[in-house]
């Protein structure tokens, strides 16, 4: 009667354990996914003051690329409008980062990559 008690318990524990498996994959995927959209929301935020300043383009996304220096700049799309800045008028900085999901699991429900993106609009000095 023990032995058939030890084999009811690990499958109790197998069951448990793949689950609880999931679910941390799961709150990691969405913590990776909150911390692109964190620092993507900030770089955003950091290069329209820049543009809001009124400096070029370039300068704009050299200072996107250093606000997020914890995700890959190479993935990194910034978007600055309008071209030519009047004093008044509003300036807008969108910034796009695609997160690749990892987790096996998680891969079936979110589509991978997930794109990330934060924008702003400051009104030029």
Sequence with gaps: MGRR??????VELAITLSLLLVILLGVMEF???????????????????????????????????DSSSTLDGTKL????????RIRGEGVMVQVSYPVEIIAPLIQQILPSPVIVRGKTTMRVE
């Excluded at 950091?46 to 383009?57: F, I, K, P």
């Design 5 to 10: 008690e030890e084999g009811q318990a690990m």
């Design 77 to 84: 799309e910034v978007a600055v409008a309008p071209e030519t």
């Design 31 to 65: 913590a990776r996914l909150g911390h692109a959209y964190l620092v993507v929301t900030h770089a955003a935020r950091e290069g329209a003051r820049v543009a809001a300043l009124g400096y070029g383009d370039e300068i704009v996304e050299k200072r996107v690329l």
